[in-house]
């Protein structure tokens, strides 16, 4: 709450490479608009900028990453429409269709799997704000060409338009919903080239819990994580660092942590 103590925003020497170039000046351009010249009016607090709200999804953001940062937490209703309303206001899908016009500009500097990344973490937005009807196409650029990044990638891109865009969840209040408005941090976690580090340790109900265990099982993150092992083996000499650990692992505490450690991995 010290917004007229902030730090005036300074933006450095922009990067040699086309793409960094463009990405960076778009996500500048957005902080200014939508973090520090937008304000929110409909608090106990008036008169603040956006940051305040989702200040997670801001410096995330401003880190390099996609703002993962909306949780599953069991909110009200009410609660859930102030949340859906920030993250519009936020405009954080302008800012993922802006990263993915940079990554279609320069293909030849972009990042790896950037436009599906990037129309990933819109998709996932627009789905979480219950607008799915207006969603953005996923679009797949130019694979890597190291072997095991193509690989991954290919696993990856395949799990989300199966799992995240045509998986239906049916067995809550808003039926009809595909499965990233469920949890869409650990969507744009996978897209963005992590792990869904998604589920926290609040201290939900048992009922709570057992509907969180079947989404996670619907999504099939450990699916997903179990292709990326097999792309560890296949292709150990273009291999992520620890990578058979990595993902071995990520699939083990996936099933622990829906209950199914006799099939553990």
Known sequence: HKSNESVPFEVGQPSSVPYEACADAATNSWYVQYGINTYDYDTD?????????????????????????????????????????????????????????CCQAHPETAERNCAAKYSAVAGTIMSYMHKSNESVPFEVGQPSSVPY????????????????INTYDYDTDKPYHDMRRNQPDCFMQIMNGGVPACFDDNWYSENERNVMYGWAETANYTHWALNQLECCQAHPET???????????????????????NESV
Not at 53 to 59: A, R, S, Y
Not at 60 to 67: E, F
Not at 75 to 89: D, F, I, K, Q
Not at 239 to 261: L, P
Request: aromatic share 14%; net charge negative; hydrophobic share 35%.
């Open 149 to 164: 990044e193509a690989c991954a990638d290919a696993a990856t891109n395949s799990w989300y338009v199966q799992y995240g």
């Open 239 to 261: 291999a992520e660092r620890n990578c058979a650990a990595k993902y071995s692992a990520v699939a083990g505490t996936i099933m622990s942590y829906m209950h199914k450690s």
């Open 45 to 101: 607090k008036p008169y603040h900028d956006m940051r305040r709200n989702q200040p997670d999804c801001f410096m995330q953001i401003m880190n390099g990453g996609v703002p993962a940062c909306f949780d599953d937490n069991w909110y009200s209703e009410n609660e859930r429409n102030v949340m859906y309303g920030w993250a519009e206001t936020a405009n954080y899908t302008h800012w993922a269709l802006n990263q993915l016009e």
